[in-house]
């Protein structure tokens, strides 16, 4: 009975886990309002919801991977790379396109087309020829801009078709659309995750591959289906940045991947696999665009943010090592 | 009576290597049937076929006379048979809930997580599970998460069920809790397939037992009148003698002494002194404290208070590299954990406390290393293609070996022992004893920790620890039973 009594209040202690960044994000906006009275505004605060959409979405992604126990580096370039290539299969050779003009009604589902093809590919190498899937994806994130970068010339596109900036700027009941979007896949990420079987499995596979494959569980299967959801996604996240700022460049999404591994690890998603929730993460994009909203309104240089930024990752580490008593490798 | 799983002819090739060349079992209705052999017998290959995770190249499976299920068809093979495999299946981060019904959680489309949870009750309680549904599996001990297993495997209606070795982790009142239920499965008709290293254990709770040796079945027999050795020629295919100890006398000087050691939690206010030619043996249940003691002795723990000396001299507490020095030596409790380094060669690993003495001036000659190590293989007799293969190819009961050899090249004044016979096979067992005998003839002198009776055997004297105590200073000469009964905190 004595492992009973003990395990009970550990157990509630790992409910809270998922929602320990929760009390910091209303110290930041309580800090936020002292500090600056333009920040605590309906406007200030649906622009932070909005700059943070398309990485929110990179983040739901990166946790569904690393919950499986896998890593996924790419993805940053499916954010430039496939809005890109969708984008010049539609416009004329004019405005940097291939000369094909597909129709311009395909260019969403072209783009999504093309990150979950890239997805598709990173799952080959690691689940079928087990590769390392931190190497694959290293080389896959090189490779993926690279394919933005070739055909482009490194320049950037301007004259887009209409259909792929409208999500990225439409309103939708007075919310950007973007907003909208991203607040429902995080919905139906965290649904998944909790009340689905094959949402459950992810962490079954990431915390103990073989005792899943011994359940039952179709391993492979199952991962392969979250590299590819992880590619469509990010490929998404381009669909909404792009149209957040009217063009492609070529470094649209370069550099976010630390922000991603930030948000969720400071969230609770284990880097180790099989640990962490949607929720978790979601909170970790919340607090780094509160932060990031907070430095610009006060004038802190662009120059010095990323010291801000590593130190609340490095502090964020210590609280869950802390608060989870184990040493991280 | 009929057979209830049958085996047949079975052929399996991994590559070059045969794992199974013809071999089977026939298992009767609601019988215990042990499965026993050396490590790389076959027995492994055997329980991934039987539960249709691999399929035999040759041969063919048969459950109360019906041919084996495809492949594919999980739920089918879990409604035959059930497994608690050796490496444990449960996810530590998920409940003990999830854990019992993890890719059943549902039937409909959305987990009901309630329900979830008083179906994993209702399942605990009809197999006498005594743990919490919604506690995390990770904050189980060993022999709950075990005993989880063990409901979860029946849960899917299976009356066949293999137990791989799952007295491997467990300490002496938690395998015989564990033989209680397997007698009451037995009653309700429950066919089981049990294997073991532990002889004792096969004629314990099995009435037959099957002999595997180099890929082949070699005999079945019932258990009952069975003499021992009979069964370890079988096993080794010679016939060997069992251990025996060797008489001898203690010194007068100590070489490894502890005083007024304590440790919060883990043992309290012990004294300890191991003479020159003596083995000292630290018995007690997992709870007892003896492991940790034990690696405070040689520096992988810090006690709170309280000194070790060596050789007479106290050594800085909670310092490894200090009591090497100091003139000790050790295996440590988990060899893969600190035992070696896999991608190192045997060579390597087996001379790394003694590197200074194989060159000058930091380097490390590598002829001289050589030498040393062809002479470590032949004194422990390690089968290995040579001092440069990597100890991670090695068997369990080989790489121990080179565990040994390393605790023992500096020929050290004490040595600190650790369950040296886990996972490893009847011969390699008694060649590891043996250096132990060997070291403390050559005027060491040991202490040794083992969960295994037969192990503590070598030793001069036991001292039994029970809740970080004590309890008693057991000579030579005792009975299984004397000895469990003080372990237990039975106390006559």
């Known amino acids: 009975m004595t492992a009973l009594t003990a395990s009970t209040p550990r157990l509630r202690l790992a409910r809270f886990r998922d929602l320990t960044l929760v009390p910091v994000i209303v110290l930041l906006l309580i800090a936020g309002a002292f500090l600056d009275p333009t920040f605590l505004t309906a406007g200030n605060l649906t622009n932070v919801l909005q700059q943070q959409a398309a990485i929110s979405l990179l983040v739901l992604a990166e946790a569904l991977i690393l919950i499986s126990g896998k890593f996924d580096l790419s993805l940053e370039s499916i954010v430039g790379m496939a809005p890109a290539i969708a984008v010049m299969l539609v416009v004329p050779v004019s405005a940097g396109g291939f000369g094909i003009e597909l129709p311009g009604l395909l260019v969403i589902p072209l783009c999504l087309l093309v990150g979950a093809l890239i997805g598709a590919f990173n799952g080959f190498l690691i689940i079928k020829f087990q590769l390392s899937a931190f190497i694959v994806t290293l080389a896959m994130l090189i490779i993926v801009h690279g394919l933005q970068l070739g055909p482009t010339e490194g320049k950037t596109l301007f004259e887009l078709p209409e259909s792929i900036l409208y999500l990225g700027s439409a309103l939708w009941l007075g919310l950007p659309a973007s907003i909208w979007i991203a607040g429902l896949l995080f919905a139906a990420g965290i649904a998944g995750l909790a009340y689905f079987r094959v949402g459950r499995s992810l962490y079954a596979i990431g915390g103990n591959s073989d005792a899943a494959r011994a359940a039952g569980i179709r391993v492979d299967r199952v991962l392969w289906g979250v590299f590819i959801l992880g590619g469509t996604l990010a490929a998404l996240a381009g669909v909404l940045e792009t149209g957040r700022l009217g063009a492609i460049g070529s470094n649209q999404g370069v550099g976010w991947i630390f922000m991603v591994f930030a948000a969720a690890v400071i969230g609770g998603v284990s880097m180790d696999g099989g640990k962490g929730t949607v929720l978790g993460a979601l909170t970790g994009v919340l607090v780094i665009g509160l932060v990031q909203n907070l430095l610009t309104l006060k004038g802190v240089s662009g120059f010095w943010q990323p010291v801000v930024y590593g130190g609340i990752i490095l502090i964020a580490l210590m609280i869950s090592r802390v608060a989870g008593g184990k040493a991280q490798d | ?492």
């Open chain 2, 1 to 492: 009576m009929k057979n209830h799983v049958e085996a047949r002819n079975i052929v399996k090739r991994f590559g070059p290597t045969t794992a199974l060349d013809g071999a089977g079992i026939a298992i009767a209705e609601g019988e215990t049937h042990a499965l026993v052999g050396r490590n790389g017998a076959g027995k492994s290959t055997l329980v991934s076929i039987l539960t249709g995770l691999q399929r035999p190249d040759e041969g063919e499976v048969r459950f109360a006379g019906e041919a084996a299920p495809a492949l594919g068809d999980r739920d089918a093979w879990r409604r035959r048979v059930a497994c608690v495999y050796q490496k444990s299946t449960i996810i530590p981060a998920l409940t003990v809930a999830e854990n019992l019904f993890l890719n059943r959680q549902t039937t409909g489309r959305l987990i009901n997580w309630r329900a979830l949870r008083s179906r994993a009750r209702e399942l605990l309680e009809t197999y006498e599970v005594d743990v919490d549904a919604a506690a995390l599996a990770g904050d189980l001990g060993v022999e709950q998460r075990q005993l989880v297993e063990i409901a979860r495997a029946l849960s899917f209606g299976a009356r066949f069920i293999i137990l791989d070795e799952p007295t491997a982790r467990l300490d002496g009142p938690a395998i015989e809790r564990l033989f209680t239920r397997m007698r009451a499965l037995r009653e309700q008709g429950v066919t089981m397939m049990y294997i073991s290293h532990h002889l004792d254990e096969v004629y314990e709770i099995c009435q037959s037992v099957t002999v595997f040796r180099d890929a082949r079945h070699v005999t079945t027999r019932p258990v009952e009148g069975l003499p021992h050795d009979e069964l370890v020629a079988a096993m080794t295919g010679e016939a060997t003698a069992a251990y025996e100890t060797r008489p001898r006398t203690a010194g007068e000087r100590v070489v490894l002494g502890a005083s007024a050691l304590t440790l919060a939690g883990r043992y309290r206010e012990i004294d300890l002194s191991v003479r020159s030619g003596e083995v000292v043996g630290l018995a007690g249940s997992a709870s007892s404290g003896k492991v940790s003691l034990a690696e405070t002795l040689v520096g992988l723990r810090r006690a709170d208070s309280g000194t070790v000396t060596i050789q007479g001299t106290p050594v800085k507490p909670g310092d490894v590299p200090a009591a090497l020095r100091a003139g000790l030596g050790f295996v440590p409790e988990d060899r893969h954990h600190e035992g070696f380094v896999p991608l190192l060669s045997v060579g390597e690993n087996a001379t790394l406390p003694i590197a200074h003495r194989l060159g000058r001036f930091g380097t490390v000659s590598a002829a001289r290393r050589r030498a040393e190590a062809v002479r470590m293989i032949e004194d422990l007799d390690i089968k290995t293609e040579g001092p440069d293969q990597p100890v991670g190819d090695l068997s369990g009961g080989n790489a121990q070996k080179v565990v040994f050899a390393r605790a023992l090249a500096d020929d050290p004044a004490a040595l600190v022992v650790i369950n040296p016979t886990a996972g490893v096979d009847v011969k390699a067992k008694q060649a590891l004893l043996g250096a132990v005998e060997d070291a403390v003839e050559r005027g060491a002198g040991a202490v040794l920790v083992s969960d295994e009776l037969d192990d503590l055997r070598i030793c001069d004297r036991v001292l039994v620890m029970f809740h970080g105590r004590v309890v008693k200073d057991v000579p030579r000469g005792w009975t299984d039973h004397e000895l469990v009964a003080v372990m237990e905190g039975i106390q006559e």
